[in-house]
């Protein structure tokens, strides 16, 4: 008689965690995760910067091949590199908050979400920086991209929009060669947003030479294709002009 409820409770469970986990669920809140309208777009997106070591290897990149990026940058990184991530945005990239250090924001309460977020834009603002915006609305990636109904609640108060992603690249396990991410991400199309990371949130030059041998396939095979890469804003303009 107790195993119908015990089924019940794991299935729920499972379908909080799966919507909570999943980048590309708008179950919980709208966010930025692919704009297929946009056609012959692609974002390539960064979390956990500024690496002084990998950040200015990927900027070299984008300019080679006249692309643009969107940086998620951590504060207590910026606060270390301000020249540095202040560096990108004036490369004509777009910056958005990534939280001051990065916590599992699905287990923070709603003041604990909106103070992550107001240290990192400090320590934007103290470096120069302003954050791009979709629709009034400036960017924010959630750590891990997890979030719930109350994270995105308390985002939203704090007048961000979160960006999640359609195309894992997976860089962040050590068994990933810089071939094998590059495979995942060259699986882009129409609008698609890629997860690939310049930096590891506990170490300031932790190694991110995968992503950047990726992102140079990534870049030369997808652009062969007649692909161009763009900012989330210039996605979602994009998008909607279709």
Wanted: charged share 20%; glycine share 10%; net charge neutral.
């Amino acid at each position: 008689m107790r195993a119908a409820p015990l089924f019940g409770a794991v299935a729920a469970a499972g379908f909080a965690y799966y919507h909570g986990q999943m980048p590309t669920s708008q179950l919980y809140g709208a966010t930025i995760a692919r704009h297929p309208e946009a056609v012959g777009r692609i974002a390539l997106t960064y979390d956990d910067g500024p690496n002084p070591k990998h950040t200015p290897q990927l900027m070299e990149l984008f300019e080679r091949h006249n692309a643009h990026a969107t940086f998620f940058q951590i504060g207590k990184w910026v606060e270390r590199e301000p020249a540095l991530a202040k560096e990108v945005q004036a490369a004509g990239h777009a910056i958005g908050n990534h939280t001051f250090t990065h916590p599992t924001l699905a287990l923070c309460t709603g003041a604990r979400v909106k103070e992550e977020l107001q240290r990192c834009h400090d320590a934007s603002a103290q470096a120069g920086i302003h954050y791009a915006e979709v629709d009034g609305a400036s960017l924010m990636r959630c750590p891990w991209g997890r979030r719930r109904p109350g994270t995105l609640r308390a985002i939203r108060e704090a007048g961000y929009v979160a960006v999640q992603w359609s195309i894992t690249g997976w860089d962040w396990q050590d068994r990933q060669t810089a071939e094998s991410i590059a495979r995942h991400g060259l699986k882009a199309r129409d609008g698609d947003v890629i997860l690939l990371h310049d930096g590891i949130h506990t170490e300031p030059q932790g190694d991110r030479s995968r992503s950047v041998a990726a992102t140079k396939e990534i870049l030369e095979r997808l652009s062969a294709q007649g692909y161009q890469f763009v900012s989330i804003p210039e996605l979602v303009a994009a998008g909607a002009k279709k």
